[in-house]
């Protein structure tokens, strides 16, 4: 520092020593924000990670409510198949003439 200043040497000293902390404290600040940048992060892929198996779980639940919805309806469609195949061949009208006939041999 220059002696002969204009201003008390006390008071450079201290503008100097302010300064230097701040350039001394600049390393710290930096890993500082480093480090919330990194925990911030964290959180959000914490958050995703969430959200993933939220919609995992939900995606599966839809799954199996198809599947047991499919299981109910075998029967269901079984004789539904049934019923079209009876409809479209000669059995009604078969089992209509075997009925007629029965009816005329009691009387």
């Given at each position: 520092?220059a ?5 008390n ?14 350039l ?16 911030h ?19 599966s639940?839809?799954?199996?409510n198809q ?13 539904s ?14 089992m209509?003439n ?9 009387g």
């Open positions: 520092m002696i002969p200043t204009p201003v040497g006390q008071i450079t000293d201290a503008v100097t020593q302010a300064n230097v902390k701040v001394g404290d600049a390393p710290a600040m930096a890993m500082g924000s480093i480090f919330q940048s990194l925990a992060s964290t959180g959000i892929l914490y958050e995703n990670a969430v959200s993933a198996q939220q919609q995992i779980g939900i995606t639940q839809a799954a199996t599947g047991v919805i499919q299981i109910y309806s075998v029967d269901t469609m079984a004789d198949v049934a019923t079209s195949k009876i409809a479209k061949s000669d059995v009604p009208d078969n209509l075997l009925l007629t006939a029965l009816q005329a041999t009691k």
